[in-house]
């Protein structure tokens, strides 16, 4: 079976078994800090495990690309030298909401496996791993599907509590439990022994399906609560599976990476398929391309440079195969004809792929050489077996050499490298660069809540609702008194909750026994917590309260959301569809937007989009919004916004008579016109790759205009020139006053000149050298400059000093001729001389500055030079 139908027909088997077929989910985990890549299936339903999301089915089954390059899971050093370590991988998943449990999960995965309707694997060649402490799961095994004992192996603890292979958790903290594991044997003639053996590291017996049953959630301080309900996580690698049905031992074997080594092969020139670096490079085209595809971007930082990591090994790699051009970008064609059906995305967008990987190549060719022949001076130098850290970080600070591309050269050469003291180094430069940073009290952070909030914010800005909980310090409280600060929790609510990039309404819950100052709404679950403090008298669980958005607020941020979906369009429409939100903040002051684009807009093109957005506001046309599936919403051509999260029924908005389409539960105007006029008012970088517009509406961009106009008529004014003409008249005084300034410099250097004559009798002899120590007043440094080279010449062999005030500070120079520089030094003679007036400086043996404060001890100091050039001279 080749790759893609062993995927379908994994989807189809559990799709008759009751099981909603769900998307793959981007590699960027939605609204989710813990993770950095989406590195198994369950990630999207990580909500569903925890109770604070809830679907229409309570079965799925996907085939989720999964990314294991950094962090806690991080296969990048095994890639390229094991036959089945990958930065990227499908994992082919079913999952199981509070329905099935061990029993049927077993089962369902036996089925497919061994049935010969489906994969007809000998059931002989299967072995099977459970925890330790899982008697249930042993006996389903054992009793139902009559795996022989000696195939059923107990796996213990290694360590700590829960910390056995067959304990699996998605992160540090989060959904976790016990699992069972099914091995593939590939027989005698290959070393290695069974799960739990001292030979388990073998290549004998190979895990394929793994089986998680969902049964607690991990806090931060690792204790273990039960979860609502017991759940089914399953997870087995495409690629896996694949090599055995392809009757092969490594997963570089099969169709699909087949077809990758030998578009790298030729792309590289190299004729050789076994090589270790085309395995590199075939593995990471498709790690980079499906996270570019997905919105990440090279930069130094985060997910961005794990990217960049991965793009660099591989071209590492392809140097090591002795291609010295652009080769890696060109590998993005051949992966979209193996996997574009599966995944569109990498049709749609393999030109801005292709453009990303190439400016990244481009960009590290310029220091790969460079970084090498350092790397290779230091293996020449080092003394045993041990790159040392100074040298990684030197490696990775100058020349961008990740550590872990080092360590690969390294290992190549039988060498180690010493991470920690690369750590140190790193530790340092951070300390160095680290900034303080300024952070809000949490005061929604671990509160347990049950049931949900009804919001009405969408029709309305007031009303009447119940008070059902209240928390102070995270623990549930039955009031809050006044001037205590808290979270409320109502029945229902016009309070909007931050999320989707618009800020939380503001405003004020008002009882006949108190009144509420909502500074905050956010949400946790279902529920939308209003965070804030009591203004008066107390609240209590199950108090009436009047509930009142302030709508001024409310309004300039719809204003402002609004136009942001516009700009939005109109930067796909003006740039070119590769632009994608990378982030966005909406409050009622302005709008800041981030997206992809690799250089910064030149002024035509701002002046394009924002006049794209206010053509369309004009147009004053009705804003639409439509409930509806996942599905229909896609057949519309609805965008989703970043970093939301989705349910079966998304909210589906329209403006402009359909030029902007997105995802958005965020509020907004009624009709286009509403906004008034946006104006962009910055455009800036953020990171490689990424550009932010800031700009304002309403209001805002009103009181912007009139201010631009006053500041039009008083420059006017000014300048004595008409508005119309101010351009001209601005550009003429600029000239007029370049040329002013040159004529200056030639007058100082002119007075300079004279005074540097008229010096030349001041100079006093000592030991037949010309020693000048004098003042001039007026001369800038590089009259002084001048000066001094002019002294030089007049004087012959000599030390010459000069020293001019200007306002509060002192410029001081001095200048040794060429035949007394092995005695006397002009960078010796200011650090001498400038401590005397105050400053500092230094400089050369021929030609030395500085700058001074003390202006009154001048006299004084220049007196000491002849001395000072006496003891020099000796």
Known sequence: MKSAEIRDAYLQFFQSKGHEIVPSSSLVPGNDPTLLFTNAGMVQFKDVFLGDDKRSYSRATSSQRCVRAGGKHNDLENVGYTARHHTFFEMLGNFSFGDYFKQDAIHYAWEFLTSSDWLNISADKLTVTVYEEDDEAYGIWKDQIGVPQERIIRIGDKGGRYQSDNFWAMGDTGPCGPCTEIFYDHGEEIWGGPPGSPEEDGDRFIEIWNVVFMQYNRSANGDMAPLPKPSVDTGMGLERIAAVMQHVHSNYEIDLFQALLKDAAEKTGTQDLENKSLRVIADHIRSCSFLIADGVLPSNEGRGYVLRRIIRRAIRHGHKLGQKEAFFHKLVAGLAIQMGDAYPELNALQAQIEKVLLAEEQQFEKTLDKGMAVLEEALKELKGKVVPGDVLFTLYDTYGFPLDLTADIARERDLTVDEEGYEAAMAEQRARARAAGAFKVDYTAGLKLEGETEFTGYDAVAGESTITALYKDGEEVSSLAEGEEGVILLDRTPFYAESGGQVGDTGYLTAQAGRFEVRDCTKQGSHHLHVGVILQGSLNKGDTVDTAVDQDVRQATALNHSATHLMHAALREILGEHVTQKGSLVDSERLRFDFSHFEALK??????????????????????????????????????????????????????????????????????????????????????????????????????????????????????????????????????????????????????????????????????????????????MKALDSSVAQLKDKLGSSVVLLASPAGEKINLIAGVSADLQDKVSAGNLIKFFAPLVGGKGGGKPDKAKGAGTDIAALPEALKSVENWVKEQLG
Do not use: W
């Open 603 to 780: 002024p035509e093109e701002i002046k394009a989009i924002e006049a794209r957005v206010n053509q369309l506001i004009l147009a004053n046309t009705a804003v639409e919004t439509e409930l509806c599936d996942m599905d229909a919403a896609q057949e519309k051509g609805a965008m989703a916004l970043f970093g939301e999260k989705y349910g079966d029924e998304v909210r589906v908005l329209s403006m402009g008579d359909g030029f902007s389409v997105e995802l958005c539960g965020g509020t907004h105007v009624q009709r286009t016109g509403d906004i008034g006029q946006m104006r962009i008012v910055s455009e800036s970088g953020v990171a490689s790759g990424v550009r932010r517009i800031e700009a304002i509406t309403g209001k805002k961009a009103l009181k912007l205009f009139d201010d631009t106009e006053a500041l039009v008529s008083q420059v006017s004014q000014l300048v004595k020139a008409r508005p119309e003409t101010l351009g001209d008249k601005v550009s003429q005084l600029v000239t007029q006053n370049r040329q002013l300034e040159k004529e200056l410099e030639q007058l100082k250097a002119k007075l300079a000149s004279a005074a540097s004559g008229d010096l030349v009798s001041q100079a006093i002899e000592v030991a037949g050298v010309k020693v000048l120590a004098s003042q001039i007043d007026g001369a800038d």
